[in-house]
């Protein structure tokens, strides 16, 4: 199938230069069954029937990942299924995911392409890049994570035709527009990542890209 792509024939991460900024490719696992499984969530959570599970970037979701460190991290998400969270494994086995993950220290690790389809923001996933940060309530981001958000967000923006940056805490305040694709109304979580501050100062640093406002 088309999405068996030659990026995860790489086992040993490596680094590509595509303008700017810097990033560091570590896939994770990306066969068969998870090819499946993101056809059947789009399928069965937002009602999409495709060929291919990818998606066309419209939305960049910012989280944060409530630990810290990116092994953690790619050790959480590389897994096919789910492992535990009922809360979740309810709505679909496909474990969750990002495209992006940005260290402390600003280096950004790229998981998935660009266009394939991750589990990370319900009701978006769609049309949606997510960028995990590695921190916390304990561990609030950095400059430098600030700073590769930009960057990456300003790289992708050149890309695809972006038209919200939110964070995971927003993603609600789409339920009632035509943005919104889950097929279940009652199935919500609640998120407080990343917090007003930082996603305001990082669209304080986007003005220029003129994206959308959040509804209201």
Not at 19 to 35: F, G, T
Not at 50 to 71: E, F, G, L, Y
Not at 173 to 185: L, Q
Request: a positive charge.
């Amino acid at each position: 199938m088309k999405y068996f792509i030659s990026f995860f024939l790489a086992v040993i991460p490596f680094v590509i230069f595509a303008q700017s900024p810097e990033i560091v490719q570590k896939p994770i696992i990306w066969n068969q069954e998870r090819a499946q499984l993101s056809l059947d969530y789009l399928k069965n959570r937002h009602g999409l029937r495709q060929s291919d599970p990818v998606i066309q970037p419209k939305m960049i979701v910012v989280h944060w990942t409530a630990n810290n460190s990116v092994n953690a991290t790619f050790n959480t998400f590389n897994p096919v299924r789910l492992p535990g969270r009922p809360e979740l494994t309810k709505a679909s086995a496909l474990n969750v995911s990002s495209q992006f993950v940005v260290d402390r220290d600003g280096t950004i690790y790229q998981f998935l392409p660009d266009t394939i389809f991750a589990r990370h923001t319900i009701g978006l996933n769609y049309c949606a890049i997510g960028i995990e940060n590695i921190g916390g309530r304990q561990h609030p981001l950095t400059d430098a994570q600030l700073k590769a958000n930009e960057e990456l967000i300003r790289y992708l923006s050149k890309k695809y035709a972006v038209e919200y940056v939110i964070g995971h805490h927003e993603y609600q305040r789409f339920k009632k527009t035509s943005w919104w694709k889950e097929t279940d109304p009652k199935y919500m979580t609640s998120k407080d990542d990343p917090g007003d501050e930082f996603m305001n100062t990082l669209r304080g640093k986007l003005v220029d890209l003129k994206l959308r406002p959040l509804p209201q």
